[in-house]
């Protein structure tokens, strides 16, 4: 709470739950990135046990209005069940983060866990362990708390659940969802048959985005190659003086297993160049796992990632800053 606090606008205002209303009370406002924060004074009890809320929005309103958040991340008073969303996890270094569970409750505004985990956008599901269980949990981690980035990855975490909960309460959440199948699991792989062997499977978005990247490239003057090089297909590069210039691979989804082998990739592709290439992990989400954060940073690896809109437009919005920090050989 403190860290939200921190140089926010502090503002009255009543807040309505399914759980009940709240307030009014004192509220932590943020203009910039456009994100409120409510603590209820007190924990309250509910069929788990004792629990503390948090609840978060997009759009402060009027001093009369009463407010209704866009996501609830509920913590409760010891962690002994996962019922509850929140999660606050630390890596071995002693950092916090805060992690979601990743649904929606709410009446017509509810997304369930698996609409949740297929149509959120720029966020991916990493395994924690709970003390004194075997079994993980995957979960969102939204960021390290004291991070210099947090507030921004919790109010994009934030706007994708106000994005969710208006598909919900608008009744288009189902043909959202349809669109997504099509878009990255039936329409992004099919069976390719050649004669006189097996099937291959080939992931068609992983080829969608690897058009829309070479677009970009070409769009800031650079030319973009995906042929054999040194008895390897890389995803595509750029080449100048005899060498790999700008080297990328792409993953369609930014689980541990596409991670690993990424790394691996990006490491193995680059290896015997005259000079080292610049490694570019395409993906749509960032890792916040701190050993995966350590290992891109050590191998010099850096992140390019991507969105898809509605009308399954691929952009790339850091592309210009990772070209500026990289002009040249």
């Not at 598909?167 to 990255?184: I, K, N, P």
């Not at 329409?187 to 048959?193: A, E, L, M, P, V």
């Not at 297993?257 to 990006?266: K, V």
Request: net charge positive; glycine share 10%; proline share 5%.
């Amino acid at each position: 709470m403190r860290r939200l606090a921190r140089g926010a606008q502090v503002v009255q205002r009543r807040v309505s739950t399914p759980g009940g209303a709240f307030g009014p009370g004192r509220m932590y406002w943020r203009q910039q990135p456009g994100l409120w924060a409510y603590f209820p004074d007190d924990a309250w009890e509910n069929r788990t046990g004792e629990r503390r809320g948090a609840a978060f929005g997009t759009e402060i309103g009027e001093p009369r209005e009463v407010l209704s958040p866009s996501i609830e991340i509920n913590f409760p008073h010891e962690f002994a069940s996962r019922h509850l969303t929140g999660r606050v996890i630390v890596d071995p270094n002693g950092l916090l983060y805060l992690a979601h569970k990743g649904e929606l409750k709410g009446g017509r505004a509810n997304v369930g866990l698996a609409h949740f985990e297929r149509l959120i956008s720029g966020f991916c599901k990493e395994e924690v362990i709970w003390p004194g269980r075997s079994a993980g949990e995957s979960v969102f981690v939204i960021g390290a708390i004291d991070d210099a980035s947090f507030l921004e990855r919790l109010s994009d975490y934030v706007k994708e659940a106000e994005r969710l909960r208006v598909l919900a309460r608008s009744g288009t959440l189902e043909a959202a969802l349809r669109g997504a199948s099509l878009r990255f699991r039936a329409g992004s792989s099919g069976t390719i048959r050649v004669r006189g062997s097996e099937g291959h499977e080939v992931n068609r978005f992983h080829e969608k985005v690897l058009i829309a990247l070479h677009t970009a490239l070409l769009s800031n003057a650079l030319n973009a190659l995906n042929s054999r090089h040194a008895n390897m297909f890389p995803d595509i590069y750029t080449f100048s003086a005899g060498s790999l210039d700008l080297l990328f691979e792409i993953k369609t989804d930014s689980s541990f297993y596409s991670l690993y082998t990424a790394i691996g990739q990006l490491t193995v592709y680059g290896a015997g160049q005259r000079r080292s290439p610049r490694r570019v992990l395409v993906c749509p989400a960032s890792p916040q796992h701190p050993n995966f954060k350590a290992a891109l940073k050590q191998q010099d690896i850096h992140l390019l990632l991507y969105r898809v809109d509605e009308a399954e437009n691929i952009s790339f919005p850091n592309l210009p800053a990772l070209l500026a920090r990289h002009v040249g050989p």
